[in-house]
């Protein structure tokens, strides 16, 4: 049988932080042990110290470089900018597949793969939303615009990738059933990611580990803090991890509420430091698709309480008792004691190690992703 021909493939996403950059990341290095070209296209205004680090791991699977130019967070005529700056990058890349993830990411790829094509250039286009344009609300006139450009984008889309099953059901709810071919793959994480990373001498009772933006609910954790502190009845410990806009009225939250000599502040690390902080790892977000915060805190062995949100219970259980209502930082605040005073609550609530390894598995995220790929280059 001959041996399958090396893709060139590039990804295209905005800000390179967070999860989509981590999925990226994955997929690049795993793809490039299998002897394709990757590429990455982003945004060069956003991200610092940390992503640079992030940067230069990556490198190495990067054969195809790393392309950064500013790329704004809202929309506005100077995307049209961005975009012929995008064409002409990506077509001296001469890529075989354009990934786009979140919604700017989705816009540049599917586009740039569009005028390609016009001009006879054999690529595949992909998109994964990652939540992205999915939270918008359709009540609103700005919802209704980003759905119905979603619609109009799906014609110049091979395949829409979901990240779980959530996000394929909020698609459909809010925009319709793709006139694409959809598929999910669940996002996964690599083998070193997997063992026990114990706490440190310092070590805290709970961490929030990510973005500082009200999305992602640092202010539920502090709240929810202070109600298990009530519960529990004596002075406990907590860390808030991350970089992000709202920093400063986050400390400012911390003080007014008496808690600065008990929740302190670091900036974005690597995460096998931040873990190395708690065994207990909340995420209070009030919106998400898959969060590789989940995966990853599971993959080292830690206790996770999390909003009921996205594709979360699709990881911990619809069950599980660590599934809290989105914003109730009371009831989070009850779990997160139960969690410290009860030491049968961890077993009973997390997903065993082994349903847990073979469903999220950055190997078999890779492959069917390559899979993915070549069935649609194969259709064009």
């Known amino acids: 049988m001959a041996e399958a021909q090396s893709l060139r493939i590039v990804h295209c996403f905005r800000s390179p932080i967070g999860g989509i ?55 506005s005529l100077k995307d ?35 005028l390609l094509r016009v001009r006879r250039y054999r690529v595949a286009r992909l998109y994964s939303p990652h939540g992205g344009s999915l939270h918008f609300s359709r009540a609103k006139p700005s919802g209704q615009a980003v759905f119905m450009a979603e619609r109009i984008l799906e014609r110049m889309t091979e395949s829409i990738s979901f990240v779980c099953d959530y996000e394929r059901l909020t698609y459909e709810t809010k ?20 063992g026990r990373i114990p706490v440190e001498a310092e070590g805290v009772d709970f961490a929030y580990i990510g973005m500082l933006r009200d999305l992602k609910g640092p202010d539920v954790f502090i709240n929810a803090f202070a109600e298990a502190e009530r519960l529990v009845g004596r002075p406990l410990s907590g860390v808030i991890v991350g970089d992000g806009p709202d920093l400063e009225r986050y400390r400012q939250m911390v003080e007014q509420k008496g808690l600065s000599r008990r929740i302190g502040f670091r900036p974005a690390m690597p995460i096998a430091e931040a873990f190395a902080l708690s065994d207990i790892i ?9 969060p590789y915060i989940v995966l990853e805190a599971l993959a080292a062995e830690k206790t996770i309480i999390a909003s009921r ?39 009973r609530s997390m997903p065993s190690p082994q349903s847990f390894r073979s469903r999220f598995s ?18 064009i």
Request: net charge negative.
């Open 21 to 75: 950059f981590r999925h990226v990341r994955d997929l690049a290095e795993l793809h490039s042990a299998a002897g394709h070209e990757v590429g990455i296209l982003c945004d060069s205004s956003t991200g610092g110290a940390h992503e640079d680090r992030l940067f230069e791991q990556i490198m190495p699977h990067l054969s195809l470089g790393v392309t950064r130019f500013p790329i704004r967070r809202s929309v």
């Open 80 to 114: 049209m900018a961005a975009l012929a700056e995008a064409y002409k990058l990506i077509k001296e890349l001469q890529p075989d597949v354009l990934h786009g993830h979140g919604a700017k990411g989705g816009v540049i790829a599917r586009m740039i793969g569009s």
């Open 175 to 194: 925009i319709g059933k793709p006139h694409c071919q959809a598929t999910r793959v669940y996002n996964g994480i690599s083998e070193r990611d997997f």
């Open 282 to 290: 909340v995420v209070p977000s009030r919106a998400e698709a898959m």
């Open 309 to 347: 949100v996205g594709g979360i219970p699709e990881i911990l259980g619809p069950d599980s008792e660590a599934l809290i209502e989105a914003g109730r930082a009371d009831l989070f605040g009850v779990v997160m004691a139960r969690a410290l005073t009860d030491p049968d609550w961890s077993r």
């Open 362 to 379: 950055a190997t078999v995220m890779a492959r069917d992703i390559e899979a993915l790929y070549r069935a649609q280059l194969a259709r």
